[in-house]
T-cell receptor, first 115, second 113 residues
Framework: GAVVSQHPSRVICKSGTSVKIECRSL??????MFWYRQFPKKSLMLMAT?????????EQGVEKDKFLINHASLTLSTLTVTSAHPEDSSFYIC???????????FGSGTQLSVL | GENVEQHPSTLSVQEGDSAVIKCTYS??????FPWYKQELGKRPQLIID?????GEKKDQRIAVTLNKTAKHFSLHITETQPEDSAVYFC????????????FGTGTRLQVTL
């Protein structure tokens, strides 16, 4: 149980374009989804927390207008990196949480490269 | 907010030896402490976790201990194998599994033959 799917796994885009990353909970209802960012050989840094049907809560220093998060259903959350720049290049990974002791897991991550 | 420190940043052990990774946390309200194993380019995988009402938990070769008074917790891997080589992250949260995690800085474990 607790299968979390994340797409795409890798994306290369030009500077100035927007990129959407999807995170789905496949076998449980995710009441909360978390979006993390991980730089090479570094730890995971929480960007924002989203609860289904409400606005995301962003961590200090994370631009909400740049990293748009939508959690429209109990199985899907999306992160859109708007007007991407090379400094946005990173590994983005979601985590979904539901009810119950084993109802949580990480997505497989998305490696974003902005040229 | 919560701050989690993790040591060492790198650890090299010979196959069959034990490995210990230590973490400290700052917020006494934290009550859930998971450990993750992450291989290069892959998602973190939960390997063991412990809650604040328990002092120790063991799962085969892996064990975790928690000292609430000192606000530190440790991961112990016995009889290490080459496939244990990975980056290990500790984390802490307030509110249990449904809450956001604050991660430690990671430990790169290398098990040599």
């Amino acid at each position: 149980g607790a299968v979390v799917s994340q797409h795409p796994s890798r994306v290369i885009c030009k500077s100035g374009t927007s990129v959407k990353i999807e995170c789905r909970s496949l076998d449980f209802q995710a009441t909360t989804m978390f979006w993390y960012r991980q730089f090479p050989k570094k730890s995971l840094m929480l960007m924002a927390t989203s609860n289904e049907g409400s606005k995301a809560t962003y961590e200090q220093g994370v631009e909400k207008d740049k990293f748009l998060i939508n959690h429209a259903s109990l199985t899907l959350s999306t992160l859109t990196v708007t007007s991407a720049h090379p400094e946005d290049s990173s590994f983005y990974i979601c985590s979904a949480r539901g009810q119950g002791a084993m109802r949580d897991g990480f997505g497989s991550g998305t490696q974003l490269s902005v040229l | 907010g919560e701050n989690v420190e993790q040591h060492p940043s790198t650890l090299s052990v010979q196959e069959g030896d034990s490995a210990v990774i230590k973490c400290t946390y700052s917020d006494s309200a934290s009550n859930y402490f998971p450990w993750y194993k992450q291989e290069l380019g892959k998602r973190p995988q939960l390997i063991i976790d412990i809650r604040s009402n328990v002092g120790e938990k063991k799962d085969q070769r892996i064990a975790v201990t928690l000292n609430k008074t000192a606000k530190h917790f440790s991961l112990h891997i016995t009889e290490t194998q080459p496939e244990d080589s990975a980056v290990y992250f500790c984390a802490a949260s307030i509110g249990g599994t449904a809450s956001k995690l604050t991660f430690g800085t990671g430990t790169r474990l290398q098990v040599t033959l």
